[in-house]
C-alpha cells in the first residue's frame, strides 16, 4: 500500500457517459498528480493540484476537469466519454512546497483507476 | 510528448546477470528519476538524481547522469526474478511543476 488510495480500481462504461475517479493523497503531501497511461501514447501528464489550487496543465482534454478539496482529495471527472478514453489513470501525490526549482522527491503513485469505454 | 526516450524498449537477460538501461531527454532539468512499474500497477519511485550529481547508488541500482549528453543510465545488477517490470525515466525540468515521462524499458528476468 503506497498511502495514495485510488478508487474505484475498474470502470466500465458506455461512451457518451461521465464518470469521477477519485484519489486520496498520502497522509501530509499537498500536491496531487493526475497521469494517463495507455498503450499508444505512455504516461500523459494532465494536472496538478497543490494545496487546492491548480498549478500545471498538461495534455487534458476539455471534456476532463479536476478538483482538489479542502481535505486535500482530488476528484477527475471525465464526460461524453469516447472509446479511445480507455486508459489506466494513475493520481500521485508528492510532499514538496510548490517551488519552481521542481522536485526534491519522488511521486507516491496509487494503483490507478482501469477505465474501459464500451 | 514524451520528454525522455528509453533505451531499449525491451530487455530480456538471465537471472544474476546485470541490467543496463538508457535514458535520454531534451531540455534542462532539476532531476531525473526512475520508477519500476509491475504490469498493471502503479508506478514505483526508485531513484532521483540531481543536475548536479553524476551518479548515485541505492541498494543493487546505479544510476548516472551526463547532463552534457542529456543521458542517464540505470543499471540493476545481479538481476531477480521479481526484477521483472517496466523501467521509467521522469524528467523534472525548472518549472515544469511535473514530471515527464519515457515510453519505459520492458525488463524481463529469466530463471
Known amino acids: 500500500d503506497s498511502g495514495v488510495t485510488q478508487t474505484p480500481k475498474h470502470l466500465i462504461t458506455a461512451t457518451g457517459q461521465r464518470v469521477t475517479l477519485r484519489c486520496s493523497p498520502r497522509?501530509?503531501?499537498?500536491?496531487v498528480y493526475w497521469y494517463q497511461q495507455s498503450l499508444d501514447q505512455g504516461l500523459q501528464f494532465l494536472i496538478q493540484?497543490?494545496?487546492?489550487?491548480?498549478?500545471a496543465k498538461g495534455n487534458i482534454l476539455e471534456r476532463f476537469s479536476a478538483q482538489q478539496f479542502p481535505d486535500l482529495h482530488s476528484e477527475l471527472n471525465l464526460s461524453s466519454l469516447e472509446l479511445g478514453d480507455s486508459a489506466l489513470y494513475f493520481c500521485?501525490?508528492?510532499?514538496?512546497?510548490?517551488?519552481?526549482?521542481?522536485?526534491?522527491?519522488?511521486?507516491?503513485f496509487g494503483s490507478g483507476t482501469r477505465l474501459t469505454v464500451v | 510528448s514524451q520528454q525522455g526516450e528509453e533505451d531499449p524498449q525491451a530487455l530480456s537477460i538471465q537471472e544474476g546477470e546485470n541490467a543496463t538501461m538508457n535514458c535520454s531527454y531534451k531540455?534542462?532539468?532539476?532531476?531525473l528519476q526512475w520508477y519500476r512499474q509491475n504490469s498493471g500497477r502503479g508506478l514505483v519511485h526508485l531513484i532521483l538524481?540531481?543536475?548536479?550529481?553524476r551518479e548515485k547508488h541505492s541498494g543493487r541500482l546505479r544510476v548516472t547522469l551526463d547532463t552534457s549528453k542529456k543521458s542517464s543510465s540505470l543499471l540493476i545488477t545481479a538481476s531477480r526474478a521479481a526484477d521483472t517490470a517496466s523501467y521509467f525515466c521522469?524528467?523534472?525540468?525548472?518549472?515544469?511543476?511535473?514530471?515527464?515521462f519515457g515510453q519505459g524499458t520492458r525488463l524481463t528476468i529469466n530463471p
Open positions: 497522509s501530509g503531501d499537498l500536491s
Open positions: 521522469a524528467t523534472d525540468a525548472w518549472g515544469a511543476q511535473k514530471l515527464v
Open positions: 538524481i540531481r543536475s548536479n550529481e
Open positions: 500521485a501525490s508528492s510532499v514538496d512546497s510548490n517551488l519552481p526549482g521542481g522536485t526534491n522527491y519522488g511521486y507516491t
Open positions: 493540484y497543490y494545496n487546492g489550487e491548480e498549478r
Open positions: 531540455t534542462s532539468i532539476n532531476n
